[in-house]
């Protein structure tokens, strides 16, 4: 095999980190075609999320909608475990970066999940019901075949519905009412906010109380209804959930408290285990 020419070698090298996202020189910054300097005082952050993730700019009715989605989803308290996480590591002496990453790595498929989940969800009813999506009858028949798929995988809880906090979350209202106003305005199409709607009423029928929406519910039908592939909603969520992270991450720095563990120390936890006894002779 002839030896590659340093043109080549350097040709390879180039390909090695190639992207379509930024072309960086010394003086020079562009994303996806647009000189930073022109962006920088133009466009608002979640249309910069949108240019970067999609490679085009979103209309401004487009970004406000994202933008509605992630200012409710910045936090949920300091029992959300991945809160609770950014105090305790840095109670424990962890710079805020240090804390941001530790909580950000418990946001998976059980805590920070839900709202991809309900993605893949509603785009398998999508799928389901094809060309007949915009039919509510038909809508309705596709999110049982594909409830009654989920089940019959031992799915008994599903993403997006009900919460262990909320008897009825406050956010999903005010998020599915901007919804519905966005497609009074020709912004996005409203299949999925049709299909989310019908996911609860499936959920629903037969119980006492029904199964109502939650915000990863909501936040999956924005970023369906926006066109963002279901892979991407758990990074989105992130985010948002970042801001919340680093808030409590820097009022516990504030606070100054060391070693701050899951409780107070004057409740202790609960041992289940043999009772006391000694340890056996060695021979």
């Not at 002839?2 to 070698?9: D, L, N, S, V």
């Not at 240019?51 to 989605?69: D, I, K, N, V, Y």
Request: glycine share 10%; proline share 8%.
């Amino acid at each position: 095999m002839a030896a590659k020419t340093p043109e080549e070698i350097i040709d390879d090298a180039q390909a090695w980190w190639s992207t379509s996202i930024i072309d960086i020189h010394p003086g020079k910054i562009a994303m996806r075609g647009y000189a930073i300097e022109e962006l920088i005082g133009t466009v608002r952050f979640p249309q910069m999320i949108w240019l970067m993730l999609r490679g085009e700019l979103p209309t401004p009715a487009q970004a406000e909608l994202l933008e509605h989605s992630m200012v409710a989803a910045v936090d949920h308290g300091p029992h959300a475990p991945s809160i609770a996480i950014s105090r305790m590591a840095v109670s424990c002496g962890l710079p805020v970066n240090g804390a941001m990453a530790s909580a950000i790595n418990a946001l998976d498929d059980v805590h920070g999940g839900a709202g991809q989940q309900c993605m893949e969800l509603y785009c398998e009813i999508a799928a389901e019901a094809g060309a007949h999506v915009e039919d509510e009858a038909d809508v309705t028949r596709a999110t049982e075949v594909v409830i009654g798929r989920w089940r019959e995988r031992g799915i008994k809880i599903f993403p997006g519905f009900g919460h262990r906090f909320h008897p009825l979350d406050p956010r999903s209202p005010r998020l599915l009412a901007l919804v519905d106003a966005a497609q009074a305005k020709g912004v996005v199409g409203g299949r999925f906010a049709r299909i989310g709607r019908a996911v609860e009423a499936v959920l629903g029928r037969g119980r006492p109380k029904p199964i109502p929406m939650n915000i990863d519910g909501v936040t999956a039908i924005i970023y369906c209804e926006l066109g963002f592939e279901p892979e991407l909603g758990r990074g989105i969520f992130i985010l948002s959930r970042a801001v919340g992270i680093l808030a409590h991450a820097w009022e516990q720095k504030q606070q100054g408290a060391r070693i701050k563990g899951p409780m107070p120390k004057t409740i202790p936890y609960r041992y289940t285990g043999a009772a006391p006894r000694p340890v056996p002779a060695q021979d």
